[in-house]
């Protein structure tokens, strides 16, 4: 299984470009796919980056920021199916690259994306992008009461909820299944209808998921023998010995939970 996007993932590409492509002077810059960019163009994303460099890599949720030294922050979204990569010259761009960025000293900055729903651009403040994208907390920073305070005051499905990034950012499908299936909450339970100490259950539960996925490089085979995730596909079975899985349909995703683990 590869897992789509979100936050540990996102956060292991925020750590490697932090740790290779940062202070590596741009050369040029090469788009390859105009539909890649969000309100920006080629032509401005040259102006922006030829001639200097990358001073730091900030993450919030599912959504990357690089600050351009002497400028503002070059925006990255992920998306399904894209990643981001430093590579050398030796080795030619990979296949479903959309963006180049050729660094000084030979080595580039690469995009990829097969579907092409991620998303490049540009932004003068991060704060003022999370706040324009309407995007709701960290999911690894926001404290227990307030997301208590936020999962409470809606009537949809807690997994909805949970995956809402104007709500929680950085969780989607598979971590909130995994989080719900920690605390034996089916999905489609209404979030106003958990307990207070439910939802303190998932908050402890979502930060201990993406923090141990993020520890182990999202290697879903070495997380812990009780969790979904290890085996998370048609036919497994329940991680406690409770019988097979099932899987629901929830706005239009795939859910997988234990009906025993997880009754209504």
């Known amino acids: 299984m590869f897992p789509l996007p979100e936050l540990p993932e996102v956060e292991l590409v925020r750590r490697s470009i932090a740790a290779h492509c940062l202070h590596r002077p741009i050369s040029t810059l090469e788009v390859l796919d105009e539909g890649i960019l969000e309100k920006t163009t080629s032509q401005r994303l040259r102006r922006a980056l030829i001639g200097r460099s990358f001073g730091k890599i900030e993450r919030h949720g599912k959504q990357i920021f690089i600050k351009i030294e002497k400028g503002g922050w070059l925006t990255v979204h992920l998306g399904m199916t894209g990643d981001l990569i430093c590579s050398s010259d030796q080795v030619g761009p990979p296949r ?146 409770h019988g097979p899985l099932q899987t629901i349909k929830v706005n239009g995703r795939t859910a997988y939970l234990c009906p025993e683990c997880q009754s209504r």
């Open 96 to 241: 479903f690259t959309r963006m180049l960025v050729h660094f000084e000293d030979g080595g580039n900055l690469v995009f990829q994306d097969m579907r092409k729903f991620g998303a490049i651009g540009l932004t003068r403040s991060m704060n003022g992008f999370i706040e324009e994208k309407g995007l709701g907390p960290d999911a690894l920073a926001i404290s227990a009461e307030e997301f208590v305070g936020r999962a409470s005051e809606h009537g949809r499905h807690i997994k909805t909820v949970m995956m809402d990034q104007t709500v929680l950012a950085g969780v989607g499908n598979l971590y909130s299944d995994e989080a719900l299936f920690q605390c034996q909450i089916h999905p489609l339970t209404r979030s106003n209808t958990l307990s207070e100490g439910q939802l303190l259950c998932l908050h402890e539960k979502v930060q201990e998921v993406l923090g141990i996925s993020i520890e182990l490089g999202t290697d879903f085979g070495r997380l812990p023998e009780k969790y979904l995730l290890r085996d998370r596909r048609a036919g497994s079975r329940c991680p406690r010995g």
